[in-house]
C-alpha cells in the first residue's frame, strides 16, 4: 500500500452547528471511501460568521461565507472544502473546483412561528436575510412587514422564542438536518417560493491539481444532483450578480425528462419573468442552465435586475 493512503485528510468547514453537521457527514463518508486516512475536522472562520450586525448585502462583497475557506484551500492549509451548496461563487477561483456534491436535501423554505404562514395578521413581522426570500414573500404577502436577520440556525430561531419577529423564514434542509422539523409551521410550496440555486445540496472544493483528492471524492458524488445543481448555477452564471439576484429556480426530474423552472424578481416582488423548459433526462446540465437563463434574458429579466438597488 502506497505510503499516501495513510495521509491526513484536512476537512475544512465554517464552525456553525449547520456547517458542522455537513462536515461530520462528509468526514463518515470519506472514513468509508478512504478507510486508511485520518479526517480531521478544521473549522475557518468567515466574513459572513464575523459579521452578522449587517446585511450581506452591506458586506459588499461577494462569498461572505466561503472567501476565508477558499483561501485556507488554496494555501493548501487544508485539503477539501464542505460548503452549503447555495453559498459557493458560480465562477470557481482559479486553482479551486467543486469537485462532488452530496445527494440532495429537501429544496423548500419554511415558515419558523407559532402559527402557520397563511394565518399571520397583517402587519406581523417576518425576518429573513434573502433577497430572493423577500420578494416572494412580499409577493405572497405585501401586507407583511420584512425585517432584515442574520446568523446561524438556532440564532435566527431564537428570535421567534424573544418574539423579536413574528416568523422567520428558513431552508427547510438546515431546520431537518439539525433535528429542528418540529418547529416549523409551514412548508411553502415550489410553486409559491421557489429556492435558491443549490439549496439543500453539500458541495466538496478541493484543489484542482489535486488528482489524489479527486479520486477520493469523486466517489462520494451524486450524479443527478451534480446534474441539476450544474444547470442551476449555470443558470445564475449566466445572469450576474449572485446571490443579490432574487432568482428562484426548480429543475427537477420527471418521467425521464429534467424539468427546468426559473423566476426573476425586482425588489418587492411586484415583478417577476418566468422560464420553463424540459430536456432529456441525461442532458448536458449546464447547457441546460445556460438555456433557460437566456430565455429569461429574452423574456426581460435584464430590466428587473437593473432595478435590483446596488446593480
Excluded at 463518515?28 to 479526517?39: G, I
Excluded at 433577497?131 to 428570535?159: F, H, S
Aim: some cysteine; charged content about 25%; hydrophobic content about 45%.
Amino acid at each position: 500500500m502506497m505510503l499516501e493512503d495513510h495521509k491526513l485528510i484536512r476537512l475544512g468547514t465554517r464552525g456553525s452547528a449547520l456547517a458542522l453537521w455537513q462536515a461530520e457527514c462528509v468526514q463518515d463518508l470519506l472514513s468509508r471511501e478512504a478507510p486508511m486516512r485520518d479526517v480531521e475536522i478544521v473549522k475557518v472562520k468567515t466574513l459572513g460568521d464575523k459579521r452578522t450586525d449587517v446585511t450581506i448585502a452591506e458586506l459588499g462583497r461577494t462569498a461572505v461565507f466561503t472567501a476565508e475557506l477558499d483561501a485556507a484551500l488554496l494555501r493548501s492549509d487544508v485539503d477539501l472544502g464542505v460548503h452549503s451548496l447555495k453559498d459557493l461563487e458560480t465562477a470557481e477561483l482559479e486553482g479551486m473546483v467543486l469537485a462532488a456534491v452530496l445527494p440532495r436535501g429537501p429544496v423548500e423554505d419554511c415558515f419558523i412561528s407559532a402559527q402557520p404562514f397563511e394565518s399571520l395578521p397583517k402587519g406581523a413581522r417576518v425576518g429573513t436575510g434573502s433577497v430572493r426570500r423577500v420578494a416572494q414573500i412580499k409577493r405572497l404577502r405585501p401586507d407583511l412587514e420584512i425585517v432584515p436577520i442574520r446568523g446561524n440556525v438556532p440564532t435566527r430561531v431564537q428570535l421567534v422564542d424573544d418574539g423579536e419577529v413574528d416568523g422567520i423564514v428558513m431552508a427547510r434542509a438546515g431546520m431537518v438536518r439539525l433535528g429542528l422539523a418540529h418547529r416549523i409551521a409551514s412548508v411553502f410550496s415550489v410553486s409559491d417560493v421557489l429556492p435558491a440555486v443549490g439549496q439543500g445540496a453539500v458541495a466538496i472544493t478541493i484543489r484542482s491539481d489535486d488528482e489524489t483528492m479527486a479520486r477520493i471524492v469523486g466517489g462520494l458524488n451524486h450524479e443527478p444532483t451534480w446534474r441539476i445543481v450544474q444547470a442551476e448555477r449555470a443558470c445564475l452564471r449566466k445572469l450576474g450578480g449572485g446571490c443579490n439576484v432574487p432568482l428562484g429556480v426548480s429543475f427537477t426530474y420527471e418521467n425521464a425528462e429534467m424539468r427546468l423552472a426559473a423566476k426573476v424578481y425586482n425588489a418587492d416582488g411586484s415583478e417577476a419573468v418566468d422560464a420553463r423548459l424540459d430536456f432529456p433526462a441525461d442532458a448536458d446540465g449546464a447547457d441546460a442552465g445556460l438555456q433557460i437563463a437566456q430565455l429569461l434574458l429574452d423574456n426581460g429579466c435584464g430590466r428587473l435586475i437593473d432595478s435590483l438597488p446596488g446593480s
